[in-house]
């Protein structure tokens, strides 16, 4: 994000994480930064991939996240902002 002084620290707070990591210290997760934007925690992906993206500035990187993730990231995000809560009912 770009703004204009001097940029304001990234400070980032655990969001959520794929509901099908292994444990703990696996990825991916998302992060709320202080800067009302979003970090993405993800397995690198080498040149091969880099190179089909758009525009991939220098000081710009990708992570892929999981499907899964994406679908709680919006869940949670809907019934924090919004109330609603989006989880499958049983019967």
Same mark, same amino acid.
């Given at each position: &994000?770009?703004?204009?002084?001097? +940029?304001?620290?990234?400070?980032?707070?655990? $969001?959520?994480?794929?509901?099908?990591?292994? %444990?703990?210290? %696996?990825?991916?997760? !998302?992060? *709320?930064?202080?800067?009302?934007?979003? &970090?993405?925690?993800? !397995? *690198?992906?080498?040149? %091969?991939? +880099?190179?089909?993206?758009? +525009? =991939?500035?220098? %000081?710009?990187? $990708?992570?892929?996240?999981?499907? +899964? !993730? #994406?679908? *709680?990231? #919006? *869940? &949670?995000?809907?019934?924090?902002?919004?109330?609603?809560? =989006?989880?499958?009912?049983?019967?």
């Amino acid at each position: &994000m770009q703004g204009s002084g001097a +940029a304001k620290p990234i400070t980032v707070t655990f $969001f959520c994480k794929d509901p099908d990591s292994k %444990d703990e210290e %696996d990825c991916p997760s !998302l992060y *709320r930064t202080n800067r009302g934007s979003w &970090m993405v925690q993800g !397995l *690198r992906h080498g040149e %091969d991939v +880099a190179v089909q993206l758009r +525009a =991939l500035k220098d %000081d710009e990187s $990708f992570v892929e996240i999981s499907e +899964a !993730l #994406v679908e *709680r990231f #919006v *869940r &949670m995000y809907v019934k924090e902002h919004y109330g609603v809560d =989006l989880s499958p009912t049983s019967g």
